[in-house]
């Protein structure tokens, strides 16, 4: 198939459901890519599910870019988006271009930054300069101090309005694309009906257009996954397997075979 893109990806909404996925190095993005995932996005969900860190908020720059780089050279179909990590937006609209732009010289062929109407000026400049945005709206992870934790949004009608007006001030700003993170499935279809823009839900219900899963999760590597994620392999078992017998032959001397000696 082509190689998906921005007018591709608008095309997409009303048409055909995107499954999307998180994507941290090369091996598993050209598997991903191989199998016809139409959007990799090289999420600061790395923090948690490579380096350990407790939460998004630690991821660096420099970790996103390396990132970034690496699925973009193995990536040959898929959009490949980058998450802006904590504080490479926030402390000002200069300092974000610049990391946006550097985003893009990776391989990146999108950002990815949450906020709704806050955000929206921003989102209107990296536009004007040619960098396509990816808006994020509902729970968003890099407010967790602010939650109190990962906590649903939107329950109540004004939170929901909220939401509601997040969403549709950013698809003004020009989005091409916007991110419910777990709200409501009613208010993630009350929102996809009224925006032009693909939206990408994760734990927010089926109507979306698109759908997000870490990789992690799908693949059954994190054992720990949120209660929405259907795992579509449980590669923990085999990974502990192998290593295991791994192990086991070396000590037995089985490995390597006496032909290889």
Known sequence: ???????????????????????YDACFARLADEAGVPILLVGDSMGMTVLGYGTTLPVKMEETLSATAAVARAAKDALVVADLPFGSYQCGDDLAMENAVKCIKAGADAVKLEGGARVCGLIKRMTEAGIPVLAHVGMTPQSVNEYGGFKRQGKTREAADQVLADAKAVEAAGAIAVTLECIPSELAAEITAALGIVTVGIGAGPVCDAQWLVMHDLLGLNESAPSFVKQYAHLADDVRRAFSAYVAEVADGTFPPAQER
Do not use: Q
């Open 1 to 23: 198939m082509k190689k998906w893109n921005v007018a591709s990806v608008r095309a997409s909404k009303g048409v055909r459901k995107l499954g999307c996925c998180t994507a």
